[in-house]
C-alpha cells in the first residue's frame, strides 16, 4: 500500500518554473514505476512523465519533453517534477501515480495522489 501527497502547485506566469513533488509513503515506493498525470479542464487525464525503479530511465509525452524533468529520490520515498518554460496549456491538475504499467499501450495505475493545481497565465 502506497499513499501519495502531492505539493509544489501554484500560480506561474507563461515562461515560468514550478517544482512539484510527491511524497510517499510505505518502504515499498522503490519497487514501482511512478509518474506524473495531469488533467485539464473539460479533458481527459493524460500521461506526462515516468521514471523507473532506480531512476535510470524516464519516459514523456511530446508537448513537455525538453520543458519538463521527472526524478525521484528512493532515500526520501520522494518523486519530483522539475516544468521549465511553462505554457498555458500546461495548466491542469498534476497527479503523482506509483505502479504505474503499460498493457497495450494503455497505462494503467495502482495509487494516485490527490493532485495540486497548476495554472499558468500569459
Known amino acids: 500500500q502506497v499513499q501519495l501527497v502531492e505539493s509544489g502547485g501554484g500560480l506561474v506566469q507563461a515562461g515560468g518554473s514550478l517544482r512539484l513533488s510527491c511524497a510517499a509513503s510505505?518502504?515499498?515506493?522503490?519497487?514501482?514505476?511512478v509518474g506524473w498525470f495531469r488533467q485539464a479542464p473539460g479533458k481527459g487525464r493524460e500521461f506526462v512523465a515516468a521514471v523507473t525503479y532506480s531512476g535510470d530511465s524516464t519516459y514523456y509525452t511530446d508537448s513537455v519533453r525538453g520543458r519538463f524533468t521527472i526524478s525521484r529520490d528512493n532515500a526520501k520515498n520522494t518523486l519530483y517534477l522539475q516544468m521549465n518554460g511553462l505554457k498555458p496549456d500546461d495548466t491542469a491538475v498534476y497527479y503523482c501515480a506509483a505502479d504505474l504499467t503499460y498493457n497495450g499501450g494503455v497505462p494503467t495505475v495502482g495509487y494516485w495522489g490527490q493532485g495540486t493545481q497548476v495554472t499558468v497565465f500569459s
Open positions: 510505505g518502504r515499498t515506493f522503490s519497487s514501482y514505476v
